[in-house]
C-alpha cells in the first residue's frame, strides 16, 4: 500500500484526513508533534508527506527544510495544508521545495486529487531516472569494453607480429608496426586522461578558489586553439578539411583547459562527420567575450540527444563505428560552465552540428557571467 504521512496540530482534522485516505486505499499515518513526525518519516520513507504550516514547536516550513535536507527523504513529494492567512507565504514554501498547496477548508477530492497528481508525477520521473540510469548501464557494459580492448588487441597484435619475425622485417614494417602500437597507446592515454579530468572536475566544481588558481598570464586564444585544431585533424587524417577563422583575442584561464575545450570539441566534430566534409573552427572576440563556433556537416543529433549529452552517453553506436566513452564532450561543457561560459548546441539530423560557447577576456575575467546548461535547439 502507499504511505502518506500527514503533520497537522489539530486531532480531530489528522483523524478526518487519515480516514479519508484510508478509505482510499492508502496506507496513512500521521502526527501532531512536529518532531515525532519528523522521526517516524526518517524511519519509514513515505510515498508523499502532507503538513500544515501551522504546526506548533515547529512550522510547516521549518518541518519542508529538515526533509528536504535529509538524503532519505529529500525527493519525498511535499504537500502544504495552509489557511487563508497563510496564502501569501506560498512562494516561500514554493522555494523551499514545496510541490503543493491545499487551502482550508478543502474537499476530500480536492486532497485525493492533490496526493494522486503528486504520485504521479513522482512515478514519471522515476521512470525517466531509471531509464536513463539503464541507458547509462548499456553505455558503459558496450563502450568500454571496446574502447578498452581495441587499443589493446592493436598493440597486442603488432608486437606478436615483431616478436615472431624474428627479426625479418623490412625497416619500412617496423616503423608500420611501431606507428600502430603508438596509436593504440595515444588512445589508451586519452580514454585515462578523460577520466581522470571528469573525476577531478567532480572534486572541484563548486569550489570558487580553483577558479583564482587556473588563471594566469593572459595568452592569445587562436594560437591555442589553432594548434589544437590541427592536432586533432592531423590525428584523424582529415587536415584537408579543417577550416580556421580565428581572431586574436586574450584570456586568462589556463591554457591547459581553454585547449582541453577546442580539443575535445574538434575531436567530436571530426568524429561525427566524414571524410571530406568541412569542420569550421571560428574565433573572435565580443563584447568582453571571446566567441567560438564549430560547425561539422556531420550525422547530427536529435533534441533528446543533446539533452542527454553527459559522461559514458553514445548514440546510435550500432548504426556508426564510434570511439570514445562520451565523455569528451561532457567534460568541454563543464569546463565551459566553470569558467563562467555557456555551451550551445544547435543540430538538425543529417545535417550537421554547431556548437559555439563564449568565454570571458582577460580584462573581463574577474566580472561574473551568468552560466547554465547546454541550451537545446537539436531537431526531433
Same mark, same amino acid.
Given at each position: ?167 625479418? $622485417? !623490412?625497416?619500412?614494417?617496423? /616503423? ?7 596509436? +593504440? ?5 586519452? %580514454? @585515462? ?119 559514458? $552517453? !553514445?548514440?546510435?553506436?550500432? /548504426? ?7 565523455? +569528451? ?5 563543464? %569546463? @565551459? ?44
Amino acid at each position: 500500500m502507499t504511505q502518506v504521512y500527514i503533520f497537522e496540530d489539530e486531532p480531530e482534522i489528522l483523524d478526518n484526513i487519515v480516514d479519508i485516505l484510508t478509505a482510499a486505499g492508502f496506507d496513512a499515518a500521521g502526527t501532531v508533534n512536529s518532531l515525532d513526525g519528523l522521526s517516524q518519516v526518517q524511519q519509514t520513507q513515505p510515498a508523499v508527506i502532507v503538513c500544515d504550516i501551522g504546526m506548533p514547536v515547529m512550522d510547516g516550513y521549518t518541518v519542508l527544510q529538515s526533509i528536504r535536507q535529509d538524503a532519505r527523504t529529500a525527493a519525498v513529494p511535499f504537500i502544504f495544508l495552509t489557511g487563508q492567512a497563510e496564502r501569501d507565504r506560498q512562494r516561500e514554501g514554493m522555494e523551499l521545495g514545496a510541490d503543493d498547496y491545499i487551502t482550508k477548508p478543502f474537499t476530500q477530492a480536492e486532497l485525493l486529487k492533490a496526493i494522486q497528481a503528486q504520485l504521479q508525477k513522482h512515478s514519471r520521473i522515476k521512470h525517466k531516472y531509471e531509464a536513463t540510469l539503464q541507458a547509462l548501464r548499456g553505455n558503459i557494459a558496450y563502450a568500454l569494453p571496446h574502447e578498452l580492448r581495441t587499443p589493446l588487441t592493436q598493440i597486442q597484435g603488432f608486437a606478436d607480429l615483431m616478436l615472431l619475425s624474428e627479426g625479418q $622485417m !623490412q625497416p619500412v614494417e617496423l /616503423l608500420e608496426a611501431a606507428g600502430a602500437i603508438r596509436k +593504440g597507446c595515444d588512445r589508451l592515454n586519452n %580514454l @585515462i586522461e578523460n577520466y581522470l579530468v571528469y573525476a577531478q572536475l567532480d572534486l572541484i566544481e563548486g569550489d570558487p578558489s580553483r577558479a583564482q588558481a587556473v588563471s594566469g598570464d593572459p595568452y592569445q586564444a587562436a594560437t591555442v586553439a589553432r594548434i589544437q585544431a590541427e592536432q586533432q585533424a592531423n590525428r584523424h587524417d582529415r587536415l584537408p578539411d579543417l577550416i580556421l577563422e580565428l581572431e586574436e583575442g586574450a584570456l586568462r584561464l589556463s591554457e591547459e583547459d581553454f585547449g582541453k575545450v577546442i580539443s575535445e570539441m574538434i575531436d567530436n566534430a571530426f568524429k561525427f562527420s566524414d571524410r571530406g566534409t568541412p569542420v569550421t573552427l571560428r574565433g573572435r572576440a565580443r563584447d568582453g567575450s571571446y566567441q567560438v563556433e564549430i560547425v561539422d556537416r556531420g550525422w547530427g543529433m536529435t533534441r533528446d540527444q543533446i539533452a542527454a549529452v553527459g559522461a559514458y $552517453m !553514445q548514440f546510435d553506436r550500432k /548504426l556508426h563505428e564510434q570511439q570514445g566513452m562520451g565523455l +569528451g564532450l561532457a567534460i568541454a561543457r563543464r %569546463l @565551459i560552465e566553470f569558467h563562467q561560459g555557456r555551451l550551445t548546441i544547435t543540430s538538425e539530423v543529417g545535417k550537421g552540428t554547431t556548437m559555439t560557447f563564449s568565454l570571458p577576456l582577460a580584462d573581463r575575467a574577474a566580472q561574473d557571467v551568468d552560466s547554465g546548461a547546454v541550451e537545446l535547439k537539436g531537431s526531433r
